[in-house]
């Protein structure tokens, strides 16, 4: 069964360095989003992405953010300039749309840790 | 207002027991919910989506979802101890179907 895949899983960086984390979508899927939980809260919206740019942002997706779909496989969030409070699991979702089928399927996740 | 919101819990129920787990919104305009199960350190596994008033069964699960009353449940049979873990209950919103959480709740099955 496809499923969506994201690297490294865990990434530990220091406070002010740039991180790359990297998803791949499942391949018919048209739709990408990240979603961020920090721990102990709930999951929460950060970016959706369709046809080659961003369609919705949130609050928390500022100037620090960015998200890029270098070739038709991968689906990449950055974060500039790593932040204490950037600490949590970062979660790619991708959906087909069709119709009424919204359903979002996650990747595993990437735990990140900044120190 | 939160637009979606869960009791936390935990909810402790015993192995073969039925676990009812409830959820609210506050978007008049929601038309379909998501419930997924998310297992500690992982990430959201989709059990059901709803998208119509009434029940939805798939095996030991069921969906319900009361629009006029902006309630969604999801109930479920025969609880084994593998089904502890939190479930999320998620609404879409607006053109980008962007995914609204609730904060979840805790389901402890016990044997």
């Known amino acids: 069964e496809p499923e969506v895949t994201q690297t490294p899983s865990h990434q530990v960086t220091q406070m002010g360095q740039e991180v790359i984390l990297r998803c791949v979508p499942i391949s018919n899927h048209l739709y990408f989003y990240w979603y961020r939980q920090i721990l102990g809260q709930k999951v929460e919206f950060l970016v959706s992405f369709y046809n080659n740019e961003i369609s919705e942002k949130s609050e928390i997706f500022d100037d620090q953010f960015s998200v890029e779909r270098p070739d038709g496989s991968n689906f990449t969030l950055k974060i500039r300039s790593t932040k204490l409070e950037d600490s949590a699991m970062y979660f790619c979702?991708?959906?087909?749309?069709?119709?009424?089928?919204?359903?979002?399927?996650f990747g595993p996740g990437t735990r990140l840790t900044v120190l | 207002q939160k637009e979606v919101e869960q009791n936390s819990g935990p909810l402790s129920v015993p192995e073969g027991a039925i676990a009812s787990l409830n959820c609210t919104y506050s978007d008049r305009g929601s038309q379909s919910f998501f419930w997924y199960r998310q297992y500690s350190g992982k990430s959201p596994e989709l059990i059901m989506s709803i998208y119509s008033n009434g029940d939805k069964e798939d095996g030991r699960f069921t969906a319900q979802l009361n629009k006029a009353s902006q309630y969604v449940s999801l109930l479920i049979r025969d609880s084994q101890p593998s089904d502890s873990a939190t479930y999320l209950c998620?609404?879409?919103?607006?053109?980008?179907?962007?995914?609204?959480f609730g904060q979840g709740t805790t389901l402890q099955v016990k044997p």
């Open positions: 998620a609404g879409p919103r607006g053109n980008t179907g962007k995914l609204i």
């Open positions: 979702a991708s959906s087909t749309r069709t119709s009424r089928s919204d359903t979002q399927y």
